[in-house]
């Protein structure tokens, strides 16, 4: 059975990695393993050790930062982190942040939290399981918690 | 033969990957691996994958940045990603970003994304089999997808 | 028993490793390695140090950046590099820093540094010894020396 | 005989590479390796590449940014990566970068990337042959390209 | 003995390297291993020879970035590779920059870098042999080439 592992924040509002596993046993058969840190600097190592010693074949890195420029600043430097261990690994970590400027109400926030993360669910899916199927929608113009933008041609 | 991989996304409004393998066909015999991934910053790892696990010789790693100051931070991480995977692999991978700003209408960026693509493509057959060519066109000012600037003199 | 490094600074105006070492003493029984450098750019290479030659678990990594715009640059280089330390060993460093115009006196500013310090200890502690007590704290909203902003639901 | 990489770009508008190689032919007996790429981004794989696989013992990276953000951004990638490929090989790669708002009209672009191009083939002949001599010139303001801005004194 | 590695340029317009050397051989016995380059984005590479092939057990990397964006950018990039180059030798290389605009006038700037690099070789001179001397001034605010920031207490 494969392995996902779901790496989030105390930091967080919302309790992203609820809705990811909710939504991965709706659709696949997977063991989950979670692994909780204080804040998205700290999910990098969390990312590379769930793939390095605890066996999971992909990683979800949930986290929600701030709305203050040192909170963009964290966010950046994690998502650096996230992209080094996915090439020391050769394994996927799909990074969902969501910001917390992106809501207006709290509620808001809750359901862009929730829908990014199972849309990102999705997408681990395939990743793990139906690589084709992205293949089908490449320059669709998705977007995971919002509306597509959809595609354009020639 | 040699092996091309492509990376492309679900984000990107166009289908670069259906242009790039368009003009691969014309111009040489290669095999042309594909791999689609949900957004730019999933592309380093993409491209890391198709060099290390499926062979390929060289990657295309194309994407289509949103608008937003967002957009253009997970822009800049990817790029860094990329970079850093062609150092660890010695091999190239040519990354082939549309900002969506980069055009006014719909199907001015669509026109953008598919001349890119194919420009570059033509770029990585040089890489691949002509690399002479290129030291030909060094300093000469060339511009993918937009009109070359041109070469100046002393 | 487990080794657990602090690393801090001269730079820094308060004293945040005491207040680190009180608040472990409270609640855990650890060893303690401590290593203090001049500024924060210095504290990446002392954790890393901790952990591969002082056999520590994990590292605290203390720093109170100034209020110019160099001292952000700093930070965040400092930052970038606490995260490389840990995808090189696979253990975690625990950044905790306090920027000078968090506040507004220097009072204020040291009882800020004393918070934050001693909650991620606490945040130290639970990765090292009860790391089931972080995931039931995730997506709670925490925030380390300030009051905690509290979770959200759908 | 000392082998010296030379990495240029099809992007530039001058062509770098030839005042490179006369000014090496003028000053010492070395083989020249080539690798012309399109843009800077692709200059840190060429260098890595030059010195793992061409034996070089020494790079020069000759690029020339454009005038707009992305351009700049993209230089900014492109020096990380350089620094990146001297770290993991021990050797010197001379970033040469002429940015294209650095002159106002098309002559004097070209005199600026003539003259700092050269300039740097006289920093890479003595970091091969005569280390000594840049010792007797450290801090004495030098700047290539430019006028010196000299050394000045307690 | 203990080998010292001291990195500098030539772009830097005071001989930092001078006051360095002058420094240690007021308070230290050790061998001291001079490289000079041409700007602050090739020390990385210098300090990393130092301690590799060299023999260094520690570095100071000397640089005084010019006033402009492009210069904090060059200063920025220098600085991430000087941890990276740490990190890869688990060795510490102090950074010593002094930016051109620190200073209303030549001579307040050749006193700045002359102090802040003095400093700074107490720093490596502690790092090296009186690790200790460190901790007694943790949290004290020290401030290199400027009057201390001093402790604040709760």
Known sequence: MNRVGIADTTFARYDMAGSAIKEFKKWASVKIERYTVPGV??????AKKLLDERGCDIVMALGMPGPEAIDKQCAHEASLGLILAQLM????????????????????????????????VLNAIKLLFEPKKLIKEAGMGEREGYKDAGPIRL
């Open 41 to 46: 600097k700290d999910l990098p190592v969390a």
């Open 89 to 120: 690994t050769n394994k996927h970590v799909l990074e969902v942040f969501v910001h917390e400027d992106e809501a207006e109400t709290d509620g808001e926030l809750a359901e862009l939290a929730d829908m990014r993360t199972r849309e990102h």
